[in-house]
């Protein structure tokens, strides 16, 4: 029974914070000239605002691989980029958004989501070319950097990102962000391209110089140089958060609410390594009453220690059951319904059916957690689900 109702919540906030819908709500009664949609999300958000009556032409520009043609309108036009490595579809799909907010005098109705950085992109000519900005790219995600640095490097390199877009907009526009970074930061989604920016030339280079690549040193000596122009520091456009992790929380706590339970939400966003945040999760269960859940919901950190299938969903699932020990019920599920490389985009955690510890343990040190999850109890697998709002945490009394 607890399985069926945790699924239920599960696949009811999915529902309620689908692009589309988010996008419509927040968007009725908005008049725009052209729409501009870009990242993981771009198709059912354009979707959603033309169901809102908001336009009925503009540019779509979503990462290979993400999304559905067929529901986009046909006066809509998708380009195609790529995610996460920045390549020459990335950069022609840029070209075209650029000089269509040229061309275009009305105001534009932006809606940005997660992906976005990499499937627009267009290097700041003629000081910085293709080879180089893909090559930092590189380098910036691999280089253990935290979000806000790796996007100050690439506004200062790039023609749309850090307001530059925004400077060729008709200043009545408004920017709509579906964001998938830690809630308070929705300006790091896309790496505001049409938000005024702070930083500064100077600190692009020196974060390029934590770097340390031959490209990043070359980059960092043209920023300090004075022939790189700055971004923009003032812009008009409206900008708003329309959706973030926290509202696939509080969408779960409706859901579970409509089902009698009395819901209880961490305050803050989940982080950090899995393992604590598997701890932290057993230990406030143990104040649960029956009748209550608890939920939360962020994105832990993941070393991965083998070769074996799993994602942080179902990572965090089995360290929950280890330190549990079968007190509770509780679900574990990614808002895309893609965890990792894990068959299931949700784990349904049922410790009761007593599966070894040692057996977890030893899964867990081949980064192999998908191979626990039917003995943990119970998977939910679907289709992607075209969010993408972080992961969201359920637990109940047994």
Known sequence: MKHAILGEI?????????????????????????????????IEMARGAVDAGVATRGVVVAPEGYGNPRALPPALRLLRGSHPEVTASSVSAAREVLEMAVSEPGPCLVLASGGGSACLEAPLAPHFDFSLVSAINRALVRGGLDIAAINTVRKHLSAIKGGRLGALLNPASRTLVYSDVPRGRGVLVGSGPTLADES???????????????????????????????????????????????????????????????????????????????????????????????????????????????????????????????????????????????????????????????????????????????????????????????????????
């Open 200 to 398: 500064t030339n100077d600190d692009a280079a020196a974060i390029l110089d934590v770097l340390g690549t031959p490209e990043a040193n070359a980059a960092a000596t043209l920023l300090r140089s004075g022939a790189v122009p700055d971004t923009p520091k003032q812009l008009t456009i409206a900008f708003d958060v329309i959706a973030d992790n926290g509202t696939l929380v509080a969408a779960a706590a409706r859901a579970a609410a409509a089902r009698g339970l009395s819901a209880r939400t961490l305050d803050e966003e989940a982080a950090g390594d899995v393992d604590d945040l598997a701890r932290l999760l057993a230990r406030e269960a143990e104040a649960l009453a029956t009748g209550e859940a608890l939920l939360a919901g962020g994105e832990p950190t993941v070393r991965v220690t083998g070769t074996g299938r799993g994602g942080r969903c179902s990572e965090l699932a089995a360290r929950f059951a280890l330190y549990d020990q079968g007190r509770h019920v509780a679900l574990f599920g990614s808002s895309d319904g893609v965890d990792g490389s894990s068959p299931a985009a949700a784990v349904i955690v049922d410790r009761a059916i007593g599966l070894p510890e040692t057996e977890i343990e030893r899964a867990l040190a081949r980064s192999d957690s998908a191979a626990l999850i039917d003995a943990l109890g119970e998977p939910i697998i679907m289709e992607p689900t075209g969010n993408n709002l972080r992961d969201v945490y359920i637990v109940t009394v047994r």
């Open 10 to 42: 599960y696949l009811d906030a999915i529902a309620e914070c689908a692009p589309s819908a988010v996008v419509a709500r927040h968007a009725r009664g908005l008049h725009f000239d052209w729409i501009l949609a870009f990242g993981k999300c771009a």
